[in-house]
């Protein structure tokens, strides 16, 4: 069943335009449809964000239920909503600790916007 801080693959729009394959990481249900909040995940590290995205290595205790591959890095940054229907299958999940830094980082990060 797909839910937040599940490890799931779903094709995801690239800056160039293109469509890849790739594992997400579910953020939440969008209130009355279908469709959730995700982000990307990535195997390059070149472009992580110190500080907001969060490296998954392989060493880490919790590795092997995330089903991925290789060390990868939650990319905070690479936000996307997808129709459930369009979301292949669930690799694995993050610890629900490691899922709530992730999702308190993002709020931190829109709460920067408030009262301005």
């Not at 995205?53 to 909503?81: A, C, H, N, R």
């Not at 229907?85 to 629900?96: H, K, V, Y």
């Amino acid at each position: 069943m797909i839910q937040p801080g599940k490890i799931c693959l779903a094709e995801l729009p690239q800056v160039d335009g293109r469509k890849k394959k790739r594992p997400i990481l579910i953020l939440s249900k969008l209130p009355s449809r279908d469709h959730w909040f995700v982000c990307g995940v990535s195997s390059k590290k070149y472009d992580m964000v110190s500080g907001f995205d969060e490296t998954i290595p392989t060493e880490v205790s919790y590795f092997k239920q995330t089903g991925l591959k290789s060390s990868s890095t939650i990319k905070l940054g690479f936000v996307s909503y997808l129709d459930e229907g369009r979301i292949e299958g669930i690799m694995g999940e993050l610890p629900r600790e490691v899922y709530d830094l992730l999702i308190r980082r993002f709020l931190d990060q829109l709460s920067l916007n408030l009262n301005r």
